[in-house]
């Protein structure tokens, strides 16, 4: 079909007799085409060697997880396409063509929805730095720095929550997975981030802290 179909799988247990099922589901209306250029014979798709290389490569990846909301169980899929562009100068990608989906599926009707889409460019930008060795001889060495551009998601499952993040206003957007509907937009600025069970933010900074006061 020269499609990604999203599919399904799911293990089931009978309580009473110990039986186990494993059942698959295959949504095949929501089908869609393989990133222009991506080549699904297994045999001419190139791994990273750290050597320099010109061209491009590919990779496919979906993070799927359960969570009990209002004591129903879903779960969650965050599929993710990644194109990578080489110029061949240095062992590392140019830029990074990522596009996004996330999925929720219900496992009590076994529905599939496709909740939202994002795609976003990562440029990076590469330069060198002084850097000596051991014995005091200065080396060649580059550093890069990333320009993001487009839209990104991130899911926070625990909160029946995924923030779609927008480079060109600057704001966060927070959905609610079971309705998808939007429930608070921030400046990308004003974000701290999620929250443990210290209250504190989750940055070096917070852990510095707590270090440092215990």
Not at 66 to 76: C, P, Q
Request: with cysteine; glycine share 6%.
């Amino acid at each position: 079909m020269q499609q990604l179909v999203p599919t399904v799988k799911v293990y089931e247990m009978d309580y009473s007799n110990g039986d186990e099922t494993f059942k698959e589901y295959e949504f095949v209306n929501m089908a869609f085409p393989y990133p222009d250029g991506y080549s699904t014979d297994w045999n001419v798709i190139r791994e990273y060697t750290g050597e320099a290389m010109e061209g491009e490569d590919y990779n496919l990846f979906i993070d799927n997880r359960k969570v009990v909301i209002d004591g129903r169980v879903y779960g969650y899929g965050l599929y993710q396409n990644n194109k990578r562009i080489y110029s061949g100068k240095h062992p590392f990608a140019d830029s990074e063509h990522i596009s996004e989906r996330v999925y929720f599926f219900d496992y009590a009707n076994k529905e599939l929805k496709l909740l939202r889409t994002a795609a976003h460019i990562n440029k990076n930008r590469f330069y060198p730095i002084p850097t000596w060795d051991s014995e005091g001889n200065s080396i060649c060495s580059e550093t890069w720095d990333t320009t993001i551009t487009g839209t990104t998601l991130s899911v926070h499952p625990s909160n029946n929550t995924y923030i779609l993040d927008n480079t060109a206003t600057k704001q966060l957007q927070f959905y609610s997975f079971t309705d998808n509907t939007t429930y608070l937009t921030v400046k990308s600025g004003d974000y701290l981030g999620t929250r443990d069970l210290s209250s504190c933010t989750r940055s070096y900074a917070c852990i510095l802290a707590m270090i440092l006061y215990q």
